[in-house]
């Protein structure tokens, strides 16, 4: 695998369930990211990990609950989501934040919450 | 507030060429970045600008006028294949991205 996975690329929860999203970067990086993007608004950041610290947390829900066991990998951790977070939610890493560096997105995950 | 804009939708022929302007309004700055992302797709790089001027890279083209809060992609030669959408991002002060909501670009044949 190279590059940034995410899985599942598509899921369905309701309302209830609890679920997690897994990104793997096999870049070497030590940053990575958690963005949502709905259809016709810009991306939201949702949350930063720098070298496995939490550095970022744009007033996110504690329904969303992020992990970071090590710099190549991220969970997203969900619970009784609601309807208004159905979106594409996007993985990124790159070689550090708080700086220039780029940032390489996986495919992201379809969520869908009834 | 820090605020991003570029327009929703453009419509280009193929062969022909195409600008995709983004206007921005941020707390500092540290560069402008550009992506392609197609439809179901991650979004992929494009193009990084923190000085004044044109960049080119092949059949893609990207300006920046720190002064106007101003930047272009310009896009040559359009293929089928540049169908997608295309992300305006900005570097603030903290070194955080704001985005644009992205041009959806339909190339006809």
């Known amino acids: 695998e190279t590059g940034v996975t995410q899985t599942p690329r598509h899921l369905v929860m309701g309302m209830t369930n609890k679920k997690s999203l897994k990104c793997e970067q096999h870049l070497g990086h030590n940053a990575m990211y958690w963005y949502k993007q709905s259809a016709k608004k810009p991306l939201e950041l949702m949350f930063v990990y720098n070298f496995k610290e939490q550095t970022e947390n744009n007033s996110v829900p504690s329904r969303f609950s992020p992990e970071c066991p090590n710099s190549s990998h991220l969970f997203l951790h969900l619970h009784t989501l609601q309807p208004e977070d159905s979106a594409l939610y996007l993985c990124a890493s790159s070689q550090e934040a708080g700086s220039y560096n780029e940032q390489f997105f996986g495919p992201g995950t379809r969520l869908t919450v009834l | ?109």
């Open chain 2, 1 to 109: 507030g820090q605020n991003i804009d570029q327009p929703t939708e453009m419509t280009a022929t193929e062969g022909a060429i195409v600008q995709i302007n983004c206007t921005y309004q941020t707390s500092g700055f540290n560069g402008l970045f550009w992506y392609q992302q197609h439809a179901g797709e991650a979004p992929t790089f494009l193009s990084y600008n923190v000085l004044d001027g044109l960049e080119e890279k092949g059949r893609f083209s990207s300006f920046l006028s720190r002064s106007k809060g101003y930047s272009y992609l310009l896009l040559k030669e359009l293929q089928m294949k540049d169908s997608a959408s295309y992300l305006c991002a900005v570097m603030d002060s903290n070194y955080q991205l704001i985005w644009g909501a992205g041009t959806k670009l339909i190339i006809k044949p």
